[in-house]
Each structure stands twice: as structure tokens, then as C-alpha cells.
């Protein structure tokens, strides 16, 4: 099969890249390599998933034209869209790179599903998108209504946008709501990342809400298996959906939402001391505010998406931990 990998360079796009070459796939992979942080990892990500049946193509979603040529050379059996301005804080600073790359960059690659009819469209949402919701798990049926960050209205109109085009043109789309990923080849602008590198070089590290936070970590290599296993199963029209009576994560157009993640929320800082453990160094500690933006808790209600692809999440933050900092040390020679 020919798969698209938009985001190619990014944290999960190199792993779910990498993946599928190894399932002998061939993988056209884009990005535009901008500078939201380190330029090298991402072309040392690049390197590292080299590979015959890879072909890299640096272009920037919000090009309408480049994406449309793209489309038009080859002849895609699945996309998955996983290219985005992400962050939460950044939106704060530079809204427009939101608009431009996950609204118009969004439309963009479902224009070109649309006109090379793609068998399944899975893309990136975010669990984000619960914004003011306080009640846990975060199912998939709640509402997603209030969003508390540009990042995350952003991440909602993708959903929104990909269900219009299901159900005007057909195209079985999948959205997936992913829960703070971490592991080797990690975001540097994350929390995991951060807290590797700033206990390492004996810095201060910012704790937010005083600790009293919850995150649903969820190991790189299991929300891999999650993305290969479901973008196999492909949505299927239901004409006896409702509004009234369905869920929001189904339609009677073949779209499916899911959520991706461990399905085990960790308090912040027992996930600071597994760190402070592996590395053997204790943290310099900044007790602060909740930050704009942010959740007090994030929590994934997996069971559908674990379901309907017959796996569940099996790395602990222990182990999880051990291999994110083995990379880092690696990787920077510390």
C-alpha cells in the first residue's frame, strides 16, 4: 500500500513512518520543517527512518498548490495527517501559524482526498479539545464545546471540517484524540523532554498548579500500534445514525473519532519523580500557577478505539521513562 505521512519529520509522524516501512508499506512523507524548535533533530529523525520505499518532500500544508501536485503525482491509498502547528502556549504567541497550517493545511489535504478519492483519511485531533470539561474519563460522546486554547478550536474545526467531507463526498475519515505522547525522539517544547533535559543540566524546572495535575502519558510505541492498527479499519456509512440518538463520534457519513492514550492518568509529579529516578539527580522545583491554556487533568476513555483494533496500551511510565531518557543521553551525549 502507499501511504502519505504529513508531518513526516515530527515526533509521531518519523515513528508512524517508520513503522510502515517496516510492514513494507511505501511512504511518501511531507513537511516544511519550520524552526518551533530544533531543526536538526527533525532532519536527525529524517535520517534515522532512511529507508528505499521512503520518499521526503519539504512543503508546507498551507500550500495549496504544492499539496494539490502532490496529490496529483501519486496515487495514495491511505493518508494520515499528523502535520500541525502544535502547542498549546505557542498559540498564545502566534495564532496565525494555527490558522495557516491547521485550518487551511487541513482543507488542503482533504481537497486532495477528495479528488484522488483515498480509501481512509486518519488524521491528528488532540485531547485538547475537552477544554472546560471536568468530567473523567474524557469520553468520546461528551461535549467538546469549549475549547480553551486556539490550538484546540483548532484541533475541534478539523473534525468538524473532515465530517463535512465524509458526508458530502464519501471519504471515510478517522479522527484521533492523542493524550500527551512521550519517548525517545520526543518534542523538546513537552513536558517530558523538558524536565529530562533541565534536570540533567542541574536547571529549574516550572511545575504548574503547584504539582496537583494529571496527565494521561502514553508511550510512543503504542500509540504507533494505535494509528497502523486503526487506519486498517475503515468507516462505514450507518443510515440508522441520529443526531438525536448517536454518538458525536459516529455518523451516518463513515467518520469515527477516537481517543488515543494510555487510559491511566499519572499525577504530574510522581511522573517528575520516575525521572528524578532514572536519572538519579533531583529536580530543582518552581511551584506556579496554573498556566493559560492548560487542563487540570487530562484522562482517555479508550475502550472504543481499543475495541474495534484489539490492543491496549502496554508501556508503564517506568519503562516508558527508562527508554526517553537511555535516547536522551544518547542522543546529546550527557
Known amino acids: 500500500m502507499k501511504y502519505l505521512v504529513t508531518g513526516v519529520s515530527g515526533f509521531i509522524g518519523s515513528k508512524v513512518a517508520e513503522q510502515l516501512l517496516k510492514n513494507k508499506h511505501e511512504v511518501i512523507g511531507i513537511d516544511n520543517n519550520n524552526s518551533y524548535y530544533d531543526l536538526n533533530l527533525k ?11 521512503l520518499t521526503f518532500i519539504e512543503c508546507d500544508l498551507s500550500n495549496r498548490h504544492e499539496i494539490n501536485a502532490i496529490f496529483e503525482q501519486y496515487s495514495f491509498d491511505y493518508v494520515i495527517h499528523l502535520g500541525a502547528q502544535a502547542g498549546v502556549r505557542y498559540s498564545l504567541e502566534n495564532p496565525h501559524a494555527y490558522a495557516d497550517s491547521n485550518l487551511v493545511g487541513h482543507l488542503n489535504i482533504l481537497e486532495g482526498c477528495r479528488a484522488k478519492k483515498v480509501k481512509h483519511l486518519i488524521y491528528a485531533s488532540s485531547s485538547s479539545v475537552y477544554g472546560l470539561n471536568s468530567k473523567t474519563p474524557f469520553s468520546t460522546t461528551d461535549s467538546v464545546d469549549h475549547p480553551v486554547s486556539l490550538y484546540a478550536a483548532t484541533k475541534k474545526a478539523n473534525e468538524l471540517m473532515a465530517h463535512s467531507y465524509s458526508h458530502l463526498y464519501n471519504i471515510p475519515t478517522t479522527g484521533l484524540r492523542f493524550f500527551t505522547v512521550y519517548g525517545p525522539w520526543g518534542r523538546p517544547d513537552m513536558a517530558p523532554f523538558i524536565f529530562t533535559k533541565k ?10 498548579n503547584n504539582g496537583d495535575m494529571w496527565r494521561d502519558f502514553t508511550y510512543i510505541d503504542d500509540i504507533v500500534e494505535g494509528i497502523t492498527r486503526i487506519s486498517e479499519v475503515i468507516p462505514q456509512r450507518n443510515n440508522n445514525w441520529a443526531v438525536e440518538t448517536g454518538s458525536p463520534a459516529t455518523s451516518s457519513a463513515p467518520y469515527s473519532i477516537y481517543n488515543i492514550g494510555h487510559g491511566s492518568p499519572v499525577n504530574l509529579m510522581n511522573f517528575i519523580k520516575t525521572i528524578e529516578d532514572e536519572l538519579g539527580i533531583e529536580a530543582k522545583k518552581n511551584y506556579r500557577e496554573m498556566q493559560p491554556g492548560d487542563v487540570y487533568k487530562t484522562f482517555a476513555d479508550t475502550q472504543d478505539l481499543f475495541d474495534v483494533i484489539g490492543y491496549k496500551p502496554e508501556v508503564g511510565i517506568k519503562e516508558g521513562v527508562a527508554s526517553l531518557v537511555k535516547w536522551y543521553r544518547e542522543y546529546y551525549g550527557k
Open 43 to 53: 532532519l536527525a529523525r529524517l535520517e534515522n527512518i532512511k529507508h528505499p520505499q
Open 199 to 208: 534536570i540533567l543540566n542541574n536547571e529549574v524546572i516550572d511545575i504548574n
